[in-house]
């Protein structure tokens, strides 16, 4: 799987993000890396973007390579 994962998941675990938002953004982030290459990465993203937007300060940096993803 792409490390741009591994990178993201250091980075919401090192944040102060709320521990039960951060389990749960967690859990998307570990379900993208999952279906990254299949027709469901699409769904995976916008419902980790969907659970993520109140933290983007942590998230943005990792958009573009996310995007980059998308078939």
Do not use: C, R, W
């Not at 994962?5 to 570990?30: C, M, P, R, T, Y």
Request: hydrophobic share 40%; proline share 6%.
């Amino acid at each position: 799987s792409s490390p741009i994962f591994d990178s993201l998941i250091e980075a919401i675990s090192k944040s102060s993000i709320e521990v039960n938002q951060k389990s749960q953004i967690l859990a998307k982030v570990e379900a993208m890396k999952q279906a990254e290459g299949s027709p469901g990465f699409l769904q995976k993203y916008k419902d980790f973007m969907q659970n993520a937007a109140n933290h983007m300060t942590v998230i943005s940096p990792f958009i573009p390579a996310l995007t980059s993803l998308i078939n």
